[in-house]
């Protein structure tokens, strides 16, 4: 067994959960009780409940963050798996340089218009030019949001990371082959008809709140553009989501 696995209470990964867990549960406790997590406080000791409402409330509190430890871990492990990966991202991006980055979506969602376009040609295939103008003006906010999201990442900074670095990033990524499915009629039933059923289940339930959907449903029709700018929102969402879980798993397991 490693030190560093020993540090973390042994037992492998049953050890680094439950290390994880009483980390979480003791910033949890730290919001309303001083002195907590009891490593940050070796002289003077963990603070503990005296009077009689203190000890209630400190339970009270300590069993609500308990029952929410229970939904946010799972989201912890999700935010570790995606610091992972976004330190490769980040390695590679500290490589190649924001020139580097930007030259290589450049590339990959260019031969993309380009095996579009070609397409468009071929008689057996049914892509009306007007979609290969698609692909392509997609293809050009993506290799425009690489270029920002590396600017960003290489700022530095959580704050900086999270709402600019990891959407863009996510742009970059998900809007040309989304505009491509959405502007291929073959595609339809596997790309149009789910958006327009999600879309229909995020105004009835979440957006209902405060009558978002009933602006919404009066201004905007989901239909052609809208379908490539309602993806786009999803991708900044999607950025800021995942920027959130690596900031909570940065919490639980500091990066080195």
Known sequence: MSTRTRNRGGGGIVGAVKTDLQRLHGAWMEIVFPRQRGRGHSVM???EPETLPQKIGYRLWSILGTIGLLLMYPLTVVGLGTRYYASK???TRTRLGIA???????VGWGL??????????IEQVDIPIESVIAVAAASGV????AAIASMFAKVGGRITTVVFAYPFGMTALFLPPVV?????PALEPYVLEPSYQFAAWL???????????EFLWANFELEGAAYAAMWLGFSFALGWFLGILVSLANLVRPSN
Do not use: E, F
């Open 45 to 47: 000791g963990k603070w």
């Open 89 to 91: 991202l980040d390695s």
């Open 100 to 106: 580097g980055v930007t030259g290589m979506a450049l």
């Open 112 to 121: 993309l218009t380009l095996i579009w376009g070609a397409m468009a040609y």
């Open 142 to 145: 993506a290799t425009l949001s």
């Open 180 to 184: 491509a499915a959405l502007v291929t």
């Open 203 to 213: 105004l009835a339930n979440p957006l209902a709140i405060g009558g978002i959907n």
